[in-house]
């Protein structure tokens, strides 16, 4: 099984990014998803999470109002628009993926992708 997690890069404050993660499996439409980061030396920390079928979203309150977690229907590719970058938003992001969305808020899902780096400059 894998999380293929692209779109990060170097962006200045206030800009934006899209992150997309693919799973390998059509398993995974049947799967919620969501995002991880990890800042240099600090813990990895829930972003956002979704259901299979899209309709339902969570967020963590650091980046609510400026983060949007989508995907369509039982698809297995899922987005995160990233709006009003700050230089706080620095970290790896890491896409997940579980059965529920509540395990993946609680960083109890079972499978990881690999990271990749958002930069924002001040």
């Known amino acids: 099984v894998q999380l293929q997690a692209s779109g990060g890069g170097l962006v200045q404050a206030g800009g934006y990014l899209r992150l997309s993660c693919v799973a390998s499996e059509r398993t995974f439409r049947s799967y919620a998803m969501g995002w991880f980061r990890q800042a240099p030396g600090k813990e990895r920390e829930f972003v956002a999470a979704?259901?299979?079928?899209?309709?339902?979203?969570f967020y963590a309150d650091s980046v609510k109002g400026r983060f949007t977690i989508s995907r369509e229907r039982a698809e297995t590719t899922v987005y995160l628009q990233m709006n009003s970058l700050k230089p706080e938003d620095t970290a790896v992001y890491y896409c997940a993926a579980d059965h529920a969305t509540s395990t993946i808020v609680a960083g109890r899902n079972d499978y990881w992708g690999q990271g990749t780096q958002v930069t924002v400059s001040s």
């Open positions: 979704i259901d299979w079928s899209g309709a339902n979203t």
